[in-house]
């Protein structure tokens, strides 16, 4: 059974510009969780989806949004780039008991 | 406000020993614990879970305290193994009211010595 799935592994912007993150959850999960780590910090929630709709947002501003689309695969975009939000990008899909993550993002912005 | 704390950021032990990684919480509404383990460049992988009903649940070498009175929850990981080496992190959900965000300690960085 395939995990969950992400993509670029690694991505690299300047402030300013936008960045889109791509999911795709383990087969047979609906709900997807986004989480930021940023360096020296615990993960932090970032948006939840369940089927197709945002269930639940972490404190991050607006400029953090995102989507689920009708196969449960998710996107992550980040608008208006800052330095501060260089960090690893983790999505998970939840299965009956926990979450399973997928290996990350690394956004770098410059 | 950090709800979920793990006060050590980092632990070493001898392999053959026993770990044992300490977590805090402090909102009452948390009604699910889990521990994940996260190498370098890699997702968190799920460790272990416990429910609020229960005081200890065990897998293999890898066995879950909570003590609901102290907030306070543990693993022990019997006996430490050199791939035990990784962050381990503690999160918290609060399930029964529908919340099923995790939220994560900072991690605790553990080192089995050889």
């Known amino acids: 059974e395939a995990g969950v799935t992400q993509s670029p592994t690694h991505l690299i912007k300047t402030r300013g510009q936008q960045a889109t993150l791509r999911c795709s959850p383990i087969?047979?999960?609906?709900?997807v969780y986004w989480y930021q780590q940023a360096l020296g910090l615990g993960l932090q929630f970032l948006l939840w989806?369940?089927?197709?709709?945002?269930?639940n947002r972490g404190n991050f501003p607006p400029r953090f949004s995102g989507r689920q689309f009708p196969n449960y695969s998710s996107e992550l975009n980040v608008n208006a780039l800052e330095l501060e939000d260089s960090a690893l990008y983790l999505c998970?899909?939840?299965?009956?008991?926990?979450?399973?993550f997928g290996p990350g993002t690394r956004l770098t912005v410059l | 406000d950090q709800q979920v704390k793990q006060n050590s950021p980092s632990l070493s032990v001898q392999e053959g020993r026993i770990s044992i990684l300490n977590c805090d919480y402090t909102n009452s509404m948390f009604d699910y614990f889990l521990w994940y383990k996260k190498y370098p460049a890699e997702g968190p992988t799920f460790l272990i879970s416990i429910s609020s009903i229960k005081d200890k649940n065990e897998d293999g070498r890898f066995t879950v305290f909570l003590n609901k009175s102290a907030k306070h929850l543990s693993l022990h990981i019997v006996p430490s193994q050199p791939g035990d080496s990784a962050v381990y992190f503690c999160?918290?959900?609060?399930?029964?009211?529908?919340?099923?965000?995790?939220?994560f300690g900072t991690g605790t960085r553990l080192t089995i010595i050889p």
């Open positions: 989806y369940d089927e197709g709709e945002e269930r």
């Open positions: 999160a918290a959900s609060a399930q029964y009211f529908g919340n099923e965000k995790l939220t």
């Open positions: 998970a899909s939840r299965g009956p008991n926990e979450q399973f």
């Open positions: 087969s047979g999960h609906t709900s």
